[in-house]
């Protein structure tokens, strides 16, 4: 089954700077890469996702890249606010056999971002 | 607020019992899927139902069971609760040929 390893599983940054979170996956029919974002107490949300015809996608401070050669998947978040503080989580799914719909989602272990003032 | 409902939010049993968590997909969508998240296995996939069948099971144990109902909301069922069942349990929901999948707000369990 698919695999999802994401690095680093914290990360320290002061406000301002950049944040760069890395996963990469084992299955190559995997198509379909979304982030969530956790905060305490709460259900992860949705903050970006890629799909596997596209090779970068942006949303204000957030990009994400996808190599699917390298079967790997970035996300990129810039000029970081105290608020960006979560942990964040990446993940894979595939379109089930005959497209109807999109199977279970397979996330990383999650990368614990702070932000300092 | 993603439109998806769980109850109850905490849940405190004892070794031995059987809870019932329940989800309210998003209006329309057809697609449940369940979740556990616990700090030493992550988040990981349980089961999925499309319009009230089983469409796809991850690792969920044998004393764990789940329906949807007509209505489309979904019950996860847990017994023969262990001290290692205690966890966050999420369920999500995706609209008919979508992929993202919105989650709700978790039920905590914890099992004494």
């Known amino acids: 089954g698919e695999n999802v390893e994401q690095h680093p599983s914290t990360l320290s940054v002061q406000e301002g700077d950049s944040a760069v979170i890395k996963c990469t996956y084992s299955?190559?029919?995997?198509?379909?890469f979304p982030w969530y974002k956790q905060e305490l107490g709460k259900g992860p949300q949705l903050i970006i996702d890629?799909?596997?015809?596209?090779g970068e996608k942006k949303d204000q401070r957030i990009a994400v890249t996808l190599n699917k050669t390298a079967k790997h998947f970035s996300l990129h978040i810039t000029e970081t606010q105290p608020e960006d503080s979560a942990v964040y989580f990446c993940?894979?799914?595939?379109?089930?056999?005959?497209?109807?719909?999109?199977?279970?989602?397979?996330f990383g272990q999650g990368t614990i971002l702070t932000v300092h003032p | 607020d993603s439109g998806v409902t769980q109850t109850p939010k905490h849940l405190i049993t004892a070794t031995g019992q059987r809870v019932t968590l329940r989800c309210s997909p998003r209006?329309?969508?057809?697609?449940v899927y369940w979740y556990q998240q616990s700090l030493d296995q992550g988040l990981q996939f349980l089961i999925q139902?499309?319009?009230?069948?089983?469409?796809a099971k991850g690792n969920i144990l044998e004393r764990f069971s789940a329906q949807q109902f007509p209505d489309l909301h979904s019950e996860l069922n847990l017994s023969s609760l262990e001290l290692g069942d205690s966890a966050l349990y999420f369920c999500?929901?995706?609209?008919?040929?979508?992929?993202?999948?919105?989650f709700g707000p978790g039920t905590r369990l914890l099992v004494l």
């Open positions: 999500a929901s995706t609209t008919s040929g979508e992929e993202t999948q919105y």
């Open positions: 299955d190559s029919a995997s198509n379909y």
């Open positions: 890629i799909r596997s015809n596209v």
């Open positions: 993940a894979a799914s595939k379109a089930r056999a005959g497209g109807t719909s999109y199977g279970k989602l397979t």
């Open positions: 209006s329309g969508d057809l697609s």
């Open positions: 139902y499309y319009n009230g069948e089983e469409r």
